[in-house]
């Protein structure tokens, strides 16, 4: 049979590289960690590095040195979803490169968007309650003017709570990527940069931020949009691509392929994320 001859490793390659690609909230979130991702259900471990002292120095001796007090905690893998289509001959999709690629891109794109809808209530929700500036009583509505400095105020935010500047990300709407786009703060800012959409939704620096653009910033019926940003201490993510198969149709001249991918997340600091709440 044609699916006899079906290689997993090719197309599951092409899938985990779309997404990686594509992930928004997901790539803005700790990755690092320990286990294998076997099966619905599993657990790995987040790894966490613990801080350093810094200690003064007499001229003389140093201590002894600390040990770092790095934390692990478990996340389980308690999200899956899965993907089945039907292709004319698995033997001829596999000696064509492109057309593997289109098809697991396209499972891909499903995927990403289920999971960074999940990954955005996650984060906001998971979100420190002091770091929320602004809330669905008292939204503020973000003009060309100063859609920047709202940024600037969400910084001020994460800077208060003594999260590091480097790294520091921010999610925002197509609708306040427009606004942003009227200010030369914006714009101006490495300009060639600025310009370009990059991979990952990414599509400039403003008020020490990388700027994410996405259509699953969490919001009520178009309006109190939550602006989320903060560095990838905030949450932690995993996913793997468990189960790819190929089989024959019963009622079909086909073969078809069928996927399982599973994943799963948490907020691990809440004080490394902010959030404000901002109206069309």
Known sequence: ???????????????????????????????????????????????????????????????????????????????????NFQVKDINNAQSNPKLIDSAMQRASYGINDEIDRYLAQLLVSGCKAENVLYGDSNAVKPTAANAYD????????????????????????????????????????????NQAVLQGGVVGEAAGFQIHLSNNVPNTNGQHYKVLAGTNAGGAFAEQLVELEAYRLEKNFSDAVKGLHVYGAKVVQPGALAVMTVDK
Request: glycine share 8%; proline share 4%; aromatic share 12%.
């Open 1 to 83: 049979m044609a699916f006899d001859n079906f290689i997993p490793e090719v197309w599951s390659a092409r899938l985990l590289e779309h997404l990686d690609n594509i992930h928004v909230y997901a790539g803005l979130m700790n990755r690092d960690y320990e286990g294998d991702i076997k099966a619905f259900g599993d657990t790995v471990h987040i790894n966490q590095l613990g801080s350093i002292t810094i200690r003064d120095y007499d001229g003389t001796e140093i201590e002894d040195p600390e040990e770092l007090d790095g934390e692990q905690q478990n996340l389980v893998i308690d999200k899956a979803k899965y993907f």
């Open 150 to 193: 709202y940024l600037v105020d969400l910084g001020t935010v994460l800077s208060e709570n003594n999260v590091p500047m480097l790294g520091r990300w921010a999610v925002i709407p197509p609708w306040y990527h427009a606004l942003l786009l009227k200010d030369e703060r914006f714009v101006g800012n490495g300009t060639g940069y």
